[in-house]
């Protein structure tokens, strides 16, 4: 599901959006407009991340805040290198030296 989630161009931006504002997270509005996306569009693509497990929402006040769900990537990402390698760690060596230096 998150697969599909990140595949549509907008929401692959806002993920991006919402790592690089990590920890904090953003609201919804401020989201839509840094996207320049009508926010009742932007409520729709938040929902559907949310139900992949790779964003989670907190309200705050009047406002939602919506964060990348750092443990869902973290799970994806185990579970591609996991698969990937398929008892052999040796296939998944490039892969993990390329992102050391980012983690």
């Known amino acids: 599901m998150a697969f599909g989630a990140l ?3 907008t929401r692959l931006d806002v993920f ?3 790592v690089r504002h990590e ?3 953003m609201a919804a509005g401020e989201i839509a ?4 996306v009508p926010q009742n569009t932007m409520s729709a693509h938040l929902g559907i991340l949310a139900r992949a497990g790779i964003v989670r929402s907190e309200r705050q006040s009047r406002s939602i805040i919506y964060r990348a769900d750092l443990d869902g990537l973290r799970a994806l990402t ?3 290198v996991n698969d990937c390698c398929a008892g052999s760690p040796e296939l998944c060596v490039p892969l993990l030296a390329e ?4 983690c």
Request: hydrophobic share 40%; proline share 10%; with cysteine.
């Open 23 to 25: 920890p904090d997270g």
């Open 16 to 18: 991006r959006l919402l």
């Open 7 to 9: 595949a549509q161009g």
């Open 99 to 102: 992102l050391t230096p980012c």
């Open 78 to 80: 185990l579970f591609l």
């Open 33 to 36: 407009r840094r996207l320049d």
